[in-house]
T-cell receptor, first 114, second 116 residues
Framework: DQQVKQNSPSLSVQEGRISILNCDYT??????FLWYKKYPAEGPTFLISISSIKDKNEDGRFTVFLNKSAKHLSLHIVPSQPGDSAVYFCAASNTGSNTGKLIFGQGTTLQVKP | NAGVTQTPKFRVLKTGQSMTLLCAQD?????MYWYRQDPGMGLRLIHYSVGEGTTAKGEVPDGYNVSRLKKQNFLLGLESAAPSQTSVYFCASSYVGGSNEADTQYFGPGTRLTVL
Protein backbone atom coordinates (compact mmCIF):
# COMPACT_ATOMS: atom_id res chain seq x y z
CA ASP A 1 0.00 0.00 0.00
CA GLN A 2 1.81 3.08 -1.29
CA GLN A 3 1.00 5.90 1.14
CA VAL A 4 2.98 8.48 -0.82
CA LYS A 5 2.80 8.46 -4.60
CA GLN A 6 4.62 10.33 -7.32
CA ASN A 7 2.75 9.33 -10.44
CA SER A 8 5.13 10.88 -12.96
CA PRO A 9 8.36 8.87 -13.21
CA SER A 10 9.98 11.55 -15.35
CA LEU A 11 9.64 15.18 -16.43
CA SER A 12 11.52 17.13 -19.07
CA VAL A 13 11.49 20.95 -19.22
CA GLN A 14 13.40 23.66 -21.01
CA GLU A 15 15.91 25.79 -19.13
CA GLY A 16 14.28 28.92 -17.77
CA ARG A 17 10.77 27.44 -17.69
CA ILE A 18 8.83 26.23 -14.67
CA SER A 19 9.14 22.65 -13.40
CA ILE A 20 6.18 21.27 -11.46
CA LEU A 21 6.57 18.01 -9.61
CA ASN A 22 3.56 16.42 -7.98
CA CYS A 23 3.00 14.14 -5.02
CA ASP A 24 -0.12 12.57 -3.48
CA TYR A 25 -0.57 10.96 -0.10
CA THR A 26 -3.27 8.87 1.51
CA UNK A 27 -2.55 8.92 5.25
CA UNK A 28 -4.35 11.82 6.97
CA UNK A 29 -1.97 11.50 9.95
CA UNK A 30 0.90 12.94 7.90
CA UNK A 31 1.55 16.51 9.03
CA UNK A 32 5.02 17.30 7.71
CA PHE A 33 6.17 17.00 4.12
CA LEU A 34 9.58 17.26 2.53
CA TRP A 35 11.26 17.23 -0.85
CA TYR A 36 14.66 15.65 -1.35
CA LYS A 37 16.89 15.89 -4.38
CA LYS A 38 19.21 13.09 -5.46
CA TYR A 39 22.06 13.07 -7.94
CA PRO A 40 23.44 9.75 -9.26
CA ALA A 41 25.81 7.94 -6.90
CA GLU A 42 25.02 10.36 -4.07
CA GLY A 43 22.68 10.32 -1.10
CA PRO A 44 19.47 12.37 -1.12
CA THR A 45 19.82 15.96 0.09
CA PHE A 46 17.08 17.99 1.73
CA LEU A 47 15.53 20.65 -0.47
CA ILE A 48 12.47 22.17 1.17
CA SER A 49 9.71 21.23 3.59
CA ILE A 50 6.25 22.30 4.67
CA SER A 51 4.19 21.79 7.78
CA SER A 52 0.50 20.97 7.49
CA ILE A 53 -0.37 24.29 9.16
CA LYS A 54 0.83 26.07 6.04
CA ASP A 55 -0.21 25.87 2.42
CA LYS A 56 2.92 27.35 0.88
CA ASN A 57 6.63 27.55 1.64
CA GLU A 58 9.16 29.32 -0.51
CA ASP A 59 12.95 29.17 -0.64
CA GLY A 60 14.54 31.00 -3.53
CA ARG A 61 13.59 29.30 -6.79
CA PHE A 62 11.78 26.50 -4.95
CA THR A 63 8.20 26.66 -3.69
CA VAL A 64 6.19 23.85 -2.18
CA PHE A 65 2.39 23.99 -2.15
CA LEU A 66 0.21 21.84 0.08
CA ASN A 67 -3.47 21.11 -0.52
CA LYS A 68 -4.59 19.16 2.54
CA SER A 69 -8.15 18.59 1.39
CA ALA A 70 -6.84 16.94 -1.79
CA LYS A 71 -3.91 15.29 0.01
CA HIS A 72 -1.64 16.73 -2.64
CA LEU A 73 1.60 18.63 -2.67
CA SER A 74 3.66 20.05 -5.46
CA LEU A 75 7.14 21.46 -5.92
CA HIS A 76 7.63 24.38 -8.27
CA ILE A 77 11.06 25.29 -9.57
CA VAL A 78 11.27 28.68 -11.26
CA PRO A 79 13.30 29.23 -13.32
CA SER A 80 14.58 25.73 -13.98
CA GLN A 81 18.32 25.30 -14.52
CA PRO A 82 20.32 22.40 -15.99
CA GLY A 83 21.87 21.80 -12.56
CA ASP A 84 18.37 20.98 -11.29
CA SER A 85 18.42 17.75 -13.31
CA ALA A 86 18.13 15.04 -10.68
CA VAL A 87 15.67 12.63 -9.06
CA TYR A 88 13.22 14.34 -6.72
CA PHE A 89 11.58 12.46 -3.88
CA CYS A 90 8.69 13.70 -1.81
CA ALA A 91 8.39 12.35 1.72
CA ALA A 92 5.81 12.54 4.48
CA SER A 93 5.97 12.20 8.22
CA ASN A 94 3.62 11.88 11.18
CA THR A 95 5.46 14.04 13.70
CA GLY A 96 3.17 12.86 16.48
CA SER A 97 4.90 9.48 16.37
CA ASN A 98 8.15 11.12 17.57
CA THR A 99 10.11 8.69 15.45
CA GLY A 100 11.05 10.94 12.55
CA LYS A 101 10.10 8.16 10.17
CA LEU A 102 9.72 9.31 6.58
CA ILE A 103 7.59 7.62 3.93
CA PHE A 104 8.95 8.34 0.48
CA GLY A 105 7.36 8.45 -2.93
CA GLN A 106 8.85 6.60 -5.89
CA GLY A 107 10.70 9.62 -7.21
CA THR A 108 10.46 11.77 -10.33
CA THR A 109 13.46 12.21 -12.63
CA LEU A 110 13.68 15.80 -13.79
CA GLN A 111 15.66 16.69 -16.89
CA VAL A 112 16.23 20.36 -17.61
CA LYS A 113 17.39 20.90 -21.18
CA PRO A 114 19.70 23.83 -21.99
CA ASN B 1 32.60 17.63 9.67
CA ALA B 2 32.28 14.45 7.61
CA GLY B 3 28.48 14.28 8.14
CA VAL B 4 27.15 10.79 7.51
CA THR B 5 29.58 8.20 6.20
CA GLN B 6 28.91 4.65 5.07
CA THR B 7 31.27 1.69 4.77
CA PRO B 8 31.71 -0.05 2.35
CA LYS B 9 30.66 1.80 -0.81
CA PHE B 10 30.27 -1.37 -2.88
CA ARG B 11 29.98 -5.04 -2.04
CA VAL B 12 29.21 -8.27 -3.89
CA LEU B 13 27.99 -11.24 -1.87
CA LYS B 14 27.00 -14.78 -2.68
CA THR B 15 23.63 -16.08 -1.53
CA GLY B 16 23.82 -17.15 2.09
CA GLN B 17 26.80 -15.01 3.03
CA SER B 18 26.58 -12.47 5.82
CA MET B 19 27.84 -8.93 6.10
CA THR B 20 27.56 -5.75 8.14
CA LEU B 21 27.14 -2.24 6.79
CA LEU B 22 28.50 0.54 8.98
CA CYS B 23 27.00 4.00 9.27
CA ALA B 24 28.74 6.73 11.23
CA GLN B 25 27.69 10.34 11.91
CA ASP B 26 29.62 13.12 13.58
CA UNK B 27 26.75 15.57 14.09
CA UNK B 28 25.70 14.30 17.52
CA UNK B 29 22.34 13.23 16.12
CA UNK B 30 20.00 11.17 18.28
CA UNK B 31 18.02 9.48 15.52
CA MET B 32 19.43 7.20 12.83
CA TYR B 33 17.81 5.30 9.97
CA TRP B 34 18.54 2.63 7.38
CA TYR B 35 16.75 2.74 4.00
CA ARG B 36 16.96 0.72 0.85
CA GLN B 37 16.35 2.16 -2.61
CA ASP B 38 15.08 -0.01 -5.43
CA PRO B 39 14.04 1.08 -8.94
CA GLY B 40 10.48 2.39 -8.99
CA MET B 41 10.11 1.93 -5.22
CA GLY B 42 11.63 5.07 -3.77
CA LEU B 43 13.34 4.74 -0.41
CA ARG B 44 11.89 2.28 2.09
CA LEU B 45 12.74 2.28 5.78
CA ILE B 46 14.35 -0.92 7.06
CA HIS B 47 15.10 -0.14 10.73
CA TYR B 48 15.60 2.98 12.78
CA SER B 49 16.90 4.09 16.15
CA VAL B 50 15.74 6.99 18.33
CA GLY B 51 18.75 6.80 20.63
CA GLU B 52 21.78 4.82 21.71
CA GLY B 53 20.82 1.29 22.65
CA THR B 54 17.37 1.43 21.02
CA THR B 55 16.22 0.09 17.65
CA ALA B 56 12.85 -0.44 15.97
CA LYS B 57 11.48 -1.99 12.78
CA GLY B 58 10.56 0.04 9.73
CA GLU B 59 8.56 -0.89 6.63
CA VAL B 60 10.79 -3.72 5.33
CA PRO B 61 12.75 -5.22 8.27
CA ASP B 62 12.75 -8.91 7.31
CA GLY B 63 16.22 -10.39 6.70
CA TYR B 64 18.01 -7.52 8.44
CA ASN B 65 19.21 -6.81 11.97
CA VAL B 66 20.61 -3.61 13.44
CA SER B 67 22.54 -2.42 16.45
CA ARG B 68 23.18 1.02 17.97
CA LEU B 69 25.79 0.43 20.65
CA LYS B 70 27.28 3.91 20.26
CA LYS B 71 25.38 7.09 19.53
CA GLN B 72 27.44 7.87 16.46
CA ASN B 73 27.22 4.42 14.83
CA PHE B 74 24.34 2.41 13.38
CA LEU B 75 25.10 -1.05 11.99
CA LEU B 76 22.96 -2.97 9.52
CA GLY B 77 23.47 -6.73 9.33
CA LEU B 78 22.44 -9.28 6.76
CA GLU B 79 22.63 -12.72 8.33
CA SER B 80 22.03 -14.79 5.20
CA ALA B 81 22.01 -12.66 2.06
CA ALA B 82 19.43 -13.29 -0.67
CA PRO B 83 19.26 -11.93 -4.24
CA SER B 84 16.17 -9.92 -3.20
CA GLN B 85 18.46 -7.88 -0.96
CA THR B 86 20.35 -6.53 -3.96
CA SER B 87 19.82 -2.80 -3.55
CA VAL B 88 21.37 0.53 -2.68
CA TYR B 89 21.37 1.11 1.06
CA PHE B 90 21.28 4.58 2.58
CA CYS B 91 21.84 5.58 6.15
CA ALA B 92 20.45 8.84 7.53
CA SER B 93 20.52 10.72 10.81
CA SER B 94 18.66 13.62 12.44
CA TYR B 95 18.62 15.48 15.76
CA VAL B 96 15.13 14.28 16.59
CA GLY B 97 11.97 13.57 14.64
CA GLY B 98 10.24 16.91 14.69
CA SER B 99 8.72 19.19 12.11
CA ASN B 100 11.29 21.85 11.47
CA GLU B 101 14.35 22.00 9.31
CA ALA B 102 16.64 21.41 12.29
CA ASP B 103 15.24 17.90 12.43
CA THR B 104 15.92 17.20 8.78
CA GLN B 105 17.42 13.83 7.95
CA TYR B 106 20.92 13.91 6.50
CA PHE B 107 21.86 11.02 4.25
CA GLY B 108 25.09 9.17 3.62
CA PRO B 109 26.39 8.45 0.10
CA GLY B 110 25.00 4.91 -0.02
CA THR B 111 26.27 1.34 -0.28
CA ARG B 112 25.59 -0.59 -3.47
CA LEU B 113 25.10 -4.26 -2.60
CA THR B 114 24.78 -7.07 -5.12
CA VAL B 115 23.81 -10.57 -4.01
CA LEU B 116 24.50 -13.28 -6.56
Amino acid sequence: DQQVKQNSPSLSVQEGRISILNCDYTNSMFDYFLWYKKYPAEGPTFLISISSIKDKNEDGRFTVFLNKSAKHLSLHIVPSQPGDSAVYFCAASNTGSNTGKLIFGQGTTLQVKP
Amino acid sequence: NAGVTQTPKFRVLKTGQSMTLLCAQDMNHEYMYWYRQDPGMGLRLIHYSVGEGTTAKGEVPDGYNVSRLKKQNFLLGLESAAPSQTSVYFCASSYVGGSNEADTQYFGPGTRLTVL
